[in-house]
């Protein structure tokens, strides 16, 4: 079966550590994506790729780093310096780009603070 | 400007009847793509439904159609029989533009909260 899988489901972060949200995709997608949703709110945007090795910067990357070294994974770090990662975080892919083309979504990580 | 807007935050209806959720959207392009997703409880995002622009026809998949009036910058989703399953987070969603060389990235509502009523 073709998908988006994300890992963990729940990652505990302690103060001051780095963590490594895990997001593989075999749909053959060429661009991937990464949101944060806080409670009772939409999405927000933090990095996207269109290709391998390339990324850009979404509305919130800010304490936030990735790597598209392949096409089918694109890791997100949530580094020390977000002063506040609890979230829900969704990964996303899709064949391309343009408007016609829809954003498929992993079943997403939920980090929290220690 | 909020670029998408869904008023109903939270919306109950009776098990099989229909049930409509509103969506407007505000843009300048004249190509752009507007998407429906729904998310339960566990929090996977799941497609439900696109319309082009450009489409002349309404979209419609399975139960699910959508309401597209362009002058009005309107794309409500409507859901017909409603079913337990149904009961879930519904986020409008909008991408604008056609070009493959640069991102026009996707702008979600806020979400409307749908409860199913046995």
């Known amino acids: 079966d073709g998908g988006i899988t994300q890992s963990p489901k729940y990652l505990f972060r302690k103060e001051g550590q780095n963590v490594t949200l895990s997001c593989e995709q075999n749909?053959?997608?060429?661009?991937m994506y990464w949101y944060r949703q806080d409670p009772g709110q939409g999405l927000r945007l933090i990095y996207y790729?269109?290709?391998?090795?390339?990324?850009q910067k979404g509305d919130i990357a800010e304490g936030y780093s990735v790597s598209r070294e392949k096409k089918e994974s694109f890791p997100l770090t949530v580094t020390s310096a977000q002063k506040n990662p609890t979230a829900f975080y969704l990964c996303?892919?899709?064949?391309?780009?343009?408007?016609?083309?829809?954003?498929?979504f992993g079943p997403g990580t939920r980090l929290l603070v220690l | 400007a909020q670029k998408i807007t869904q008023t109903q935050p939270g919306m109950f209806v009776q098990e099989k009847e229909a049930v409509t959720l509103d969506c407007t959207y505000d843009?300048?392009?004249?190509?752009?793509?507007l998407f429906w997703y729904k998310q339960p409880s566990s929090g996977e995002m799941i497609f439900l439904i696109y319309?082009?622009?450009?489409?002349?026809q309404n979209a419609t998949e399975g139960r699910y159609s959508l309401n597209f009036q362009k002058a009005r910058k309107s794309a409500n989703l409507v859901i017909s029989a409603s079913q337990l399953g149904d009961s879930a987070m519904y986020f409008c969603?909008?991408?604008?533009?056609?070009?493959?060389?640069?991102?026009?990235?996707?702008?979600f509502g806020p979400g409307t909260s749908l409860s199913v009523i046995p």
């Open positions: 996303a892919s899709s064949i391309g780009q343009t408007s016609r083309e829809t954003q498929y």
């Open positions: 749909l053959n997608h060429d661009a």
């Open positions: 790729s269109q290709i391998v090795n390339d990324f």
């Open positions: 843009t300048s392009d004249q190509s752009y793509g």
């Open positions: 319309q082009g622009s450009y489409d002349e």
């Open positions: 969603a909008m991408r604008e533009g056609l070009s493959i060389t640069s991102y026009d990235k996707v702008i």
